[in-house]
């Protein structure tokens, strides 16, 4: 048998439709939804993943405001804005600090016309990730990262879902797998992928093994899964042995091979002759990554036209 695939790009592009529609709802509504992405330091996979999140604002008639900060900003820079929002910065002399961030995110947060706000990860190590999470707004939250986001998650209350294991979710609808009593193993327990993605799956009620780097025997779990999602970041964690034949599997991993091709975390070539479904690198979970984003901005813009009417 050979695994069919489960096509992130058409299946994004599909919903992007949807949301220039909605998106052109909003604004007839007085509403522009509105998206602030903040990329500190030079990191190039970030800058080609900042990239992308913009084109796909533009794409659907989102508003991205794209704030580039080298890792040395002067505070009096920072706080310079040009009707309201500065979008690119440059080149500056002095250190950019944990405080001049949190700074800029809190007045984000108070300004109206932003719905979303993401602050890029990973940070430059001087500044302290889970502190600048924790200072933007849940309810402009659009990543899902925020503590309140992922209570609201766990007791099954509307939020924001992270994004990538979001997508994946979408993934399994879009082919109408039908999860109730089905026995999912997820590799990996991130807050961002791993964790949530279990929390997910327990909503649609599977039955869901987490397993990790402290896993004894993950190829006895993988073997009895109806759903494999790996999302460790670790090339060939999932091979053609540890899968039973017809299994659906989604891999959430980026990595490069020997060759510096880019693939995932499993081995894609053995396990598509076992799965029943299978999930590309590229072209599988990342672009709906970047649409559940979408998705996500769009509720918020819609949350405050509600609030503000």
């Known amino acids: 048998m050979s695994a069919q695939l489960m096509d992130g790009n058409a299946l994004s592009q599909q919903m992007r439709v949807d949301f220039s529609a909605r998106t052109q709802s909003l604004i007839s509504q007085g509403t522009t939804p509105g998206l602030a992405v903040i990329l500190v330091g030079d990191n190039a996979a970030s800058q080609v993943y900042v990239r992308n ?3 796909a604002c533009e794409q659907v008639g989102i508003r991205s405001v794209l704030e580039k900060y080298p890792e040395h900003l002067s505070e009096a820079d920072l706080l310079d804005r040009v009707d309201g929002i500065r979008s690119v910065l440059e080149k500056y002399p002095e250190h950019l600090s944990e405080a001049d961030l949190l ?101 649609k009620n599977a039955t869901v093994t987490i397993c990790h780097s402290a896993t004894a025997d993950l190829k006895h779990h993988c073997l009895q899964a109806d759903v494999i999602v790996a999302a460790v970041g670790k090339r060939n ?62 509720d918020s813009a819609q949350q405050s036209l509600s609030i503000n009417t």
């Open 53 to 55: 999140k913009v084109k």
């Open 103 to 203: 700074d800029r995110v809190d007045k984000l947060n108070h300004d109206p016309s932003i719905h979303g706000i993401l602050v890029q990860l990973p940070l430059p190590a001087h500044i302290d990730a889970d502190k600048v999470t924790e200072a933007i707004s849940a309810a402009k939250d659009v990543d899902g990262f925020h503590v309140a986001n992922a209570g609201a998650l766990m007791t099954g209350l509307p939020c924001f879902w992270p994004c990538t294991p979001h997508g994946c979710m979408k993934m399994l609808e879009s082919i109408g797998y039908n999860l109730k009593g089905k026995h999912a193993v997820v590799i990996g327990r991130s807050n961002i992928v791993g964790k949530p993605m279990a929390l997910m799956l327990l909503q």
């Open 237 to 298: 964690v999932l091979t053609a042995d540890m899968v039973k034949p017809g299994a659906v599997v989604i891999d959430v991993g980026m990595n490069r091979d020997d060759a510096g091709k880019l693939c995932g975390d499993v081995d894609f070539e053995g396990i598509k002759q076992v799965a029943g479904y299978i999930t590309p690198v590229p072209g599988g979970v990342g672009p709906m990554t970047i649409t559940m984003l979408l998705s996500n901005t769009l």
